[in-house]
């Protein structure tokens, strides 16, 4: 199990993890019913529509974003919840070596022990005689002589001495570190053409590096310290935040390659700058850190330096710095129509795997996709693109429908200020502007700085994805426009970015009906080579617009310059277009690529190339003309893979009777040697849980809507779940559980 994408809450996906944020579910009138136990019997694999509360907030459906096509329709379908409990789902890294990052151990780091202390022997300190003796041994007794007389004058008498030429370097370095030893801040020793001129120690030689005693942290291996972080229902950033304010030091002295999941089991690496492994050892006993633990501090993984059983490396973590994340997912109530069925589904997981599809939560949550507003920015429909972003929209919790509602229909920022709740920065940030600016709502690039400086401070409302900025019933004139430009670029680019993703997924959704999924034909699209760089930069792109939203993005935008990291353009990858048959005889269906559109990319040459133009055309766009006079939105491309194929693949049915008990163990489970979840053969309840490894660009909800066949929007998923999260809710009664976890159900 070794390749993947977390389900995460963001709505654009980092380095790192993806899956739809959670929605609450009234509670039924009957606390004490139970939910419904799992049963074998018959189910379609279709999408019902919604009932209840959730039918009236019209909200997005896959299908809105060009997700409609299954690999094996033979195989008939089945439910599950998922994340009824955080160890429902759990995430762990994948380093750049293929290895599964695990907590395997929390020690504190020491130094030498006491008893590797006695056992090296003091050096006794040498007398004047015995000094002299072997230096004179070094450098014969003449030049020892001269040297005894330039220290005794302070170099008065004589200001330096020159050593005999010396061929042999050992011999050489020898002399140097006599010196460095014995008389250190007194006398320098520095070789000219094979002779070592040794003269008195002089203020500028302080400045001098080879002089100065070798850093801490250098002696230790490397600056960075790197240890392992494990956390449950706890944002990465957050806990990276936290540890900030803690040992008081700039949150930009950590690294890692991604962000993870907030609501879910998730561990990961992290670099520290210049903090020692015992400090953040220590924060394992302080209570503000609950269900986060960090460790691997002893780690003898072979190509890093340890020293004193230490962890410390040369080079910080970056975004996009692992392969992937493996997954253990355990999918509660499971209804099916039979265990072969469940069986089945999943073989053909793993043998075939899924549709690459970019997940929900690239489009956001909410009624006004993402995607919409792209397109707008592409058309240079400025005006419009406002409104789409601050539209009201139904399904809002009733403070911000009641906020934007007001705003709509008065423009107020005033009034519309007070209505807002204070934890929605972004939003508050610009009515304040709009409430004190001299040009009231018409200065909208003032309002758009405000929006720019919200998100990179990282206070994003998780409920409200996007909808931080105000629409005003202006058009934006060129040189608003230009104020516009000055938000980072990354930030911009989220929107246009979330409408390429919808044009890959419907172009999938195409090849996939026209073609199916067992083999390459004519006209599609390979990549020359491994292919990796070409598809990376994709990935890159991805965690960029994450790490924009949590508040990374600008200084890993100063990094990146215009081009790559190394501040040079980059071409686009080289790819082939299959055009007979010895070329589809070389590849499988697993190397086709399909493109975003853009101005650097080749598309198919066949009929998915016409359907480019067909529904691009029917949004006014051009996939050939994608060079836009506002260079930001002029869109190179990119390639994804039309299928992903996770690794190692396995899973287990389990059979339990408590809707509370764990069923899968968590890393710390494992340390504090807790048993096995087992198997109880007459048990109420079906669960499934499968283990499986994605890589970095690859969503798990759609690996699990390939297996369950049905639909992983939010809205379809609240109603589909609505019974099962509202019958456990009587467990509780809105309290925590016994190990402190409160029970919810987001998938």
């Not at 269906?589 to 066949?606: C, E, M, T, W």
Request: aromatic letters at 8%; proline letters at 6%; charged letters at 25%.
């Amino acid at each position: 199990m070794d390749d993947t994408k977390p389900l995460d809450i963001e709505p654009i996906e980092p380095i790192e993890d993806a899956i739809e944020p959670p929605i609450k579910r009234p509670r039924l009138d009957d606390q004490d019913s139970k939910p419904e136990p799992s049963t074998i019997t018959t189910l379609a694999p279709s999408n019902p529509a919604p009932s209840g509360p959730v039918a009236d907030a019209p909200q997005l459906r896959e299908a809105d974003v060009g997700i409609t096509e299954y690999l094996d329709t033979s195989i008939p379908g089945w439910s599950g919840v998922i994340k009824q409990r955080f160890t429902d789902f759990m995430v762990n890294e994948v380093d750049l070596n293929g290895d599964i990052v695990h907590l395997r151990d929390m020690a504190l780091p020491r130094a030498a022990s006491a008893i590797e202390e006695l056992e090296e022997e003091p050096e006794t300190p040498l007398s004047e005689e015995a000094i002299y003796a072997e230096m004179t041994a070094l450098l014969g007794t003449e030049c020892a002589e001269q040297v005894k007389k330039m220290v005794n004058s302070g170099g008065a008498d004589v200001s330096f001495v020159m050593a005999p030429a010396e061929t042999d370097k050992v011999k050489r370095t020898a002399t140097h570190q006599f010196f460095k030893k014995h008389f250190p801040g007194r006398i320098t020793t520095e070789t000219h053409e094979g002779a070592i001129k040794i003269r008195m120690f002089m203020m500028k030689d302080a400045r001098d590096r080879r002089n100065r005693r070798p850093d801490s942290f250098e002696a230790l291996g490397g600056v960075y310290c790197e240890f392992c972080l494990f956390k449950e229902n706890r944002d990465t950033m957050e806990v990276i935040n936290m540890i900030s304010q803690l040992l008081k030091v700039n949150p930009q002295h950590f690294g890692y390659a991604g962000t993870k999941d907030r609501r879910a089991v998730t561990v990961q690496r992290v670099t520290a700058f210049k903090i020692k492994a015992e400090r953040i050892a220590g924060l394992n006993r302080n209570s503000k850190f609950r269900g986060v633990k960090f460790g691997n501090f002893r780690s003898l993984t072979s190509p890093i330096i340890i020293t004193s059983h230490h962890r410390y490396v040369s080079n910080p973590l970056k975004l996009g710095d692992l392969k992937g994340n493996h997954f253990v997912i355990t999918l509660r109530n499971v209804i099916a129509p039979s265990e072969t069925a469940v069986h089945a589904s999943l073989t053909s997981l793993r043998e075939c795997g899924f549709v690459n599809y970019y997940g929900m939560q690239r489009f956001g949550t909410s009624a006004v996709s993402t995607h919409t507003v792209g397109r707008a920015l592409l058309r240079g429909e400025w005006e419009e693109a406002v409104e789409l972003i601050m539209m009201p929209r139904p399904g809002e919790r009733e403070e911000f429908q009641a906020a934007r509602q007001h705003w709509h229909e008065h423009h107020d920022p005033s009034a519309a200020l007070r209505l807002f709740p204070r934890r929605c920065v972004a939003e508050t940030q610009i009515l304040s502007h709009f409430a004190k600016g001299k040009s009231g709502v018409r200065d909208f690039a003032g309002a758009l700085a405000g929006v720019g400086l919200a998100l990179l401070i990282g206070f994003v409302c998780r409920s409200c994805f996007g909808d931080h900025s105000l629409a005003v019933k202006e058009p934006l004139c060129e040189s608003k426009l230009i104020f516009l430009l000055q938000i980072p670029r990354n930030l911009r680019l989220m929107y246009v970015h979330a409408y390429q993703s919808y044009v890959w997924n419907n172009m999938a959704s195409e090849r996939i009906r026209l073609y199916g999924y067992e083999a390459p034909v004519v006209g599609d699209i390979v990549m020359l080579g491994d292919g990796e760089e070409g598809l990376n930069e994709v990935e890159a792109m991805e965690i960029d617009e994450a790490e924009m939203i949590k508040g990374k993005g600008k200084e890993k935008e100063k990094e990146k310059g215009k081009g790559g990291e190394d501040g040079k353009k980059k071409s686009a990858p080289a790819v082939k277009v299959l055009t007979d048959a010895d070329d589809l005889a070389a590849y499988t269906i697993q190397d086709v690529v399909l493109p975003q559109p853009g101005f650097d990319i080749v598309y198919p040459a066949n009929v998915i190339g016409a359907k480019y133009k067909e529904i691009m055309g029917r949004d006014g766009l051009d996939p050939t003309r994608m060079w836009k006079n506002v260079k930001d939105y002029s869109l190179p491309g990119a390639y994804r893979k039309l299928m992903a194929k996770p690794r190692d693949v396995s899973w287990t049915l389990l059979r339990y009777n408590d809707p509370r008990v764990a069923l899968a163990l968590t890393d710390l489970d494992v340390l504090e040697g807790k048993p096995e979840p087992t198997n109880e053969p007459d048990g109420t309840y079906l669960a499934v849980r499968l283990h499986l490894t994605l890589q970095s660009s690859q969503y798990a909800t759609m690996a699990l809507r390939e297996v369950c066949k049905q639909d992983t929007s939010a809205t379809f998923q609240a109603t589909l779940n609505q019974s099962a999260s509202d019958g456990e809710a009587k467990l509780e009664k809105g309290q925590e559980g016994e190990d402190g976890e409160e029970f919810d159900q987001e998938f």
